[in-house]
């Protein structure tokens, strides 16, 4: 079955340490998202890649890191530049830049001790 | 900027019909979307509506836009306990905007047996 597939599900980290999210789509989309989920408030977008060995900044980028090396793959990296890491993040993907049709992974909740 | 505006919690008796409502600010918005989220899980794709329609209907769900006022509604009809998760609407623009979505809240949807 084609899909999005986040790992870990659960983290934590001590402050100081950075620490590596995967995200993997076997769906042959070209575009990928990074999302931050807080309690009570919407999805904010971190960095988005419309195409392979291209990224952007989102709204909320700094503290983050990502690559796109391959068609496949989106990792986020939480860096300890990131003042306030523990949420839930969200990976994503469509087909191209010009849907809003996204297709979401389970999530990886990330808790900074 | 844009804004999306959404009540943080609605309770529903099961059989009931359950209207989710939405505001937004972007005047440019093009579509117009509903994402469901199940506890500790992604966003899924519950419908969506074109800008220049008024009403779409698909099985329970009813999305009603009065975009004069800027307000997006979805109704549940015949509310399960299934439905309970939280639902998020979001806007886009039309093209190569059309992936960068702006998500409200979200609204926690319970439905009482």
């Known amino acids: 079955d084609g899909g999005i597939t986040q790992s870990p599900k659960y983290l934590f980290r001590k402050e100081g340490q950075n620490v590596t999210l995967s995200c993997e789509q076997n769906?042959?989309?070209?575009?990928m998202y990074w999302y931050r989920q807080d309690p009570g408030q919407g999805l904010r977008l971190i960095y988005y890649?419309?195409?392979?060995?291209?990224?952007q900044k989102g709204d909320i980028a700094e503290g983050y890191s990502v690559s796109r090396e391959k068609k496949e793959s989106f990792p986020l990296t939480v860096t300890s530049a990131q003042k306030n890491p523990t949420a839930f993040y969200l990976c994503a993907s469509s087909i191209g830049p010009y849907t809003g049709e996204l297709f979401f992974g389970e999530g990886s909740r990330l808790t900074v001790l | 900027g844009e804004d999306v505006e959404q009540s943080l919690f609605l309770s529903v008796r099961e059989g009931d019909s359950s209207v989710i409502n939405c505001t937004y600010t972007?005047?440019?918005?093009?579509?117009l979307y509903w994402y469901k989220q199940e506890p500790g899980a992604g966003l899924q794709l519950l419908t969506y509506?074109?800008?220049?329609?008024d009403m779409k209907q698909d099985q329970r769900l009813t999305v009603l836009l009065n975009k004069k006022d800027k307000h997006l509604s979805l109704r549940i009809a015949d509310t399960q306990t299934g439905d309970s998760a939280i639902y998020f609407c979001a806007e886009s623009e039309a093209g190569n905007a059309g992936n960068m979505l702006t998500f409200g809240g979200g609204t926690r949807l319970m439905v009482k047996p």
């Open positions: 769906l042959n989309h070209d575009a």
């Open positions: 509506i074109f800008s220049n329609m």
């Open positions: 972007d005047s440019s918005s093009t579509y």
């Open positions: 890649s419309q195409i392979v060995n291209d990224f």
